[in-house]
Structure formats: C-alpha cells, structure tokens
C-alpha cells in the first residue's frame, strides 16, 4: 500500500482485449463522466483496444466526432477495425495532441479522456518485455518506433541514476541494494537482455518482500515509468487539455498508482485553487485569479463486484474536472 493505493502483484492493469474476458476499467463510469454531447469532439487519448471509443461513438450523434491516440502501433493498428467515419485514428503521444489538433483543423474539445498506465495486450505479450512473467526480450517501449529499450538504458547507465531511477519510480526501499546487483552483473561481463535475467537478479538482491508480491514488481515498473517517460508525459498533457478544452468541457483521468494519480490530483487542485493569496492580502474580489477547472465529485472507484470480477482494477481511480469560462 502507497499513497493509500494499492499496487497490483504486477503493476498491471486492464483494458479491453478482443478473444479474452478482459474488459475496460471503469468504462462506463468513465464515458458516463465526459457527459457526451451527441455533437461534440472527443479525445480518446488513450485508445488501447478501444473501450472508450466505441462506447464514446454509440453515444455520440452523425454530426460528432471523436479523435484516438495511442503510442503503441498494435493499438493504431486494432483501430483500423473501426469503420466509423465520425472517427480519427493517430499514432501519437497523448502529449502530442496539440499537433495532432491543429493537424486535424479541431478548434476546441468537450472532453478528452486519458486511461494511464500499461494494458493488459502489452503485458500478455511476453515479447514486450513488460512482465516478469515471461522471459523475453527486455524492452519495455509503449512505443517500439523510437527510444530506448530498457535493455538498452540498463547497459548505459550507472549505479546513482539506476539507484535514482529504482527508488523514485518504483518506490522500492531496497533500490540500492537492487541497483547495486545489476550493476556488478553487467560489471562482470553478463549483458542483461531478457526480463527473466532482470527478474533473478533483483530477486536475490532483495532479502524481503510483501506477501504475495513477486520481488521484482516495483523494479519493473520503475523501468517501465522511465523508459515510457510516463510522469513527463502527464505533466505535459495536463496543461494541453485545459487549452484545448471548451467551457463545460471535461477532462477523465484514471490512474493506476499513486504517483501518476498525485500528479492529477494536484493539477485540478491547483487550476481550481488559483488564489494563493494570504487571507489578509488587500486586494479586490475582481482580482482574485478564477479557477479555470473544477473537479466534479469525488474520486472515483471500481465497485466491489467490478475488483471481484478483475483484481487488475482495484487500483484504479477516476478523477473528473470541467472547464470553467475562464481563460
């Protein structure tokens, strides 16, 4: 348990997965918190396999229009399966959007949806290299076009910043002791490849483990949140989707661990409490800066039958903002 959150034993969690059981988390919950204008424009920023969208098109009319994003090119390619002509399909980075509008002559959205975090299809493929539960080859890349594999990044770097990277990310307190271990593994000649190579060495570097939890869990998805830039990526889309939001609009973000779902919480907290002014300070009520978003209910989530069905879901949360007329 962190920051009241509760990791998955994988850091995993789940989206929709066509030939599986698997469904999206929250969806309904979500879609029914974008409150769809049968004539708005949408973002889906985050298309997976498509939950959202195609729940977001059933309810949208013959004059909306809904725009996907996804990093990951097998999702680009999943989407090709909608032939909806109301929909736009981009391989982007969610913090790219901004391009990706003006590309698409959008002058402003009445909602944009963002699912953080890693799928459930990304997971399942042990080629990926997202999972220890597979010995493949260790890559980690939402998007496999550009960057570097965490193969790469671990051959690379040196022990403070593996250290660093461990402990931030993964919230690890034997990050020294792990970063320690792999570094005098490749010291010794052995490049570090595939996950199940990661897996036994962070296993023998760290003498104890929450029950139930498999001791490679948090190193993993340290590697995994820096590799994929996933907190940068949150930080820089945030703003982008209050500049692009109209009045009324509103934003969906579910998160999966704590540190992605503070970075949420704190954005809505700080554009809904702009007046940081001490009490006393002498000014005007007309001077005082106006929040430019206003979080809507209560964090939201997954119903105790929703985690029964699917334990992947019991670490999500939804949180809703809407736009406010003030620039």
């Known amino acids: 348990m962190i920051g009241g959150l509760e990791l998955p034993n994988d850091n995993e969690r789940l989206k929709e997965n066509e030939g599986s059981n698997h469904v999206t988390v929250?969806?309904?919950e979500a879609v029914d918190s974008l409150s769809v204008r049968s004539d708005g424009t949408y973002l889906d920023g985050t298309f997976g396999r498509g939950g959202h969208s195609k729940m977001i098109l059933q309810r949208l009319g013959d004059t909306g229009r809904l725009i996907g994003l996804d990093r990951d090119l097998q999702a680009v390619q999943h989407a090709k399966s909608i032939g909806d002509k109301r929909f736009n399909m981009v391989h982007a980075h969610f913090s790219e959007m901004g391009r990706v509008l003006r590309d698409l002559r959008v002058d402003k959205l009445d909602g944009v949806l963002l699912d953080l975090g890693i799928s459930s299809p990304q997971i399942d493929e042990g080629d990926r290299g997202f999972s220890f539960r597979f010995d493949g080859p260790l890559d980690m890349r939402m998007d496999q076009s550009r960057g570097l594999t965490a193969a790469e990044f671990i051959a690379a770097t040196d022990e403070r910043q593996l250290r660093e990277v461990i402990k931030n990310?993964?919230?690890?307190?034997?990050?020294?002791?792990?970063?320690?271990?792999?570094?005098e593994e490749r010291t010794?000649?052995?490049?570090?490849?595939?996950?199940?190579q990661l897996a036994t060495i962070v296993a023998r570097a760290i003498p104890k483990v929450e029950p139930g939890q498999n001791p490679a869990?948090?190193?993993?998805?340290?590697?995994?949140?820096?590799?994929?830039?996933?907190?940068?990526?949150l930080?820089?889309?945030?703003?982008?989707?209050?500049?692009?939001?109209?009045?009324?609009?509103?934003?969906?973000?579910i998160s999966f661990h704590s540190l992605e779902d503070r970075v949420v919480k704190q954005f809505i907290k700080s554009e809904q409490d702009r007046d940081d002014l001490p009490s006393n300070f002498p000014v005007r009520a007309k001077d005082i800066p106006q929040p430019r978003l206003v979080a809507?209910?209560?964090?939201?989530?997954?119903?105790?039958?929703?985690?029964?069905?699917n334990p992947r879901s019991r670490s999500a949360v939804l949180r809703v903002a809407e736009r406010t007329n003030v620039d």
């Open 235 to 253: 930080a820089l889309v945030l703003p982008e989707c209050l500049n692009w939001l109209a009045p009324k609009g509103r934003l969906c973000v």
């Open 169 to 183: 990310y993964g919230e690890e307190r034997f990050a020294k002791q792990v970063a320690r271990a792999i570094i």
């Open 26 to 28: 929250l969806l309904t």
């Open 296 to 309: 809507v209910g209560k964090a939201i989530k997954p119903s105790d039958e929703e985690v029964k069905r």
């Open 188 to 196: 010794n000649g052995n490049a570090i490849t595939t996950t199940g």
């Open 217 to 233: 869990t948090r190193t993993f998805q340290a590697l995994r949140i820096f590799i994929n830039k996933e907190l940068e990526e």
